[in-house]
């Protein structure tokens, strides 16, 4: 399991006082509010900064960042990933997972039948959809419903689902 989680990027600078626009990757963006620090991916490690200020713009976070005084400094952190330690997230409801840990789980059909690995999940509106890539490249789409979703085990690394009609 990952030990940290991104829970955003930086794309952009606002204004001249050093704020940052970061893309959220949470669903509640007002989480950002309750941290007091995140990790800052650069050139292979992770730096841990104080949060000095939120607000909002739009779907999109700002952030202060202590140290980052200007533009200019807000500039150099253009790209970059934010990403907290997962003793810092918040707890899921039961038979909720984060994403990250789901990905590259194996799947398998009630039938024992290997159909891939997870290698994305998107949200479809009513339900999230699991990308199952197999070794060939061959891909299925699989909406996270309990028809289909058995069983889910992190431990053992693997997802057991049903296939109903038309998901093949």
Known sequence: MQTYFEVGQI???????????VKPFT??????????????GKKGKMEQVEIEEVKYHKEMVLLKIKGIENKTQAEMLKGLFLKIDRKDAKKLPKDTYFIADLLGLEV???????????EDIFNAGASDVYVIKDDL???????AIKEVLKEIDLEKEKIIVHLIEGLR
């Open 137 to 143: 490249g061959k891909q299925i789409l699989l909406p």
């Open 108 to 118: 398998y059909t009630d039938k024992g039948e290997l159909l891939g690995k997870v």
């Open 27 to 40: 669903d509640e963006i007002t989480r950002f509010e309750e941290l007091k620090t995140l990790y800052i």
């Open 11 to 21: 794309v952009n600078t606002f204004g001249i006082k050093g704020f940052v626009k």
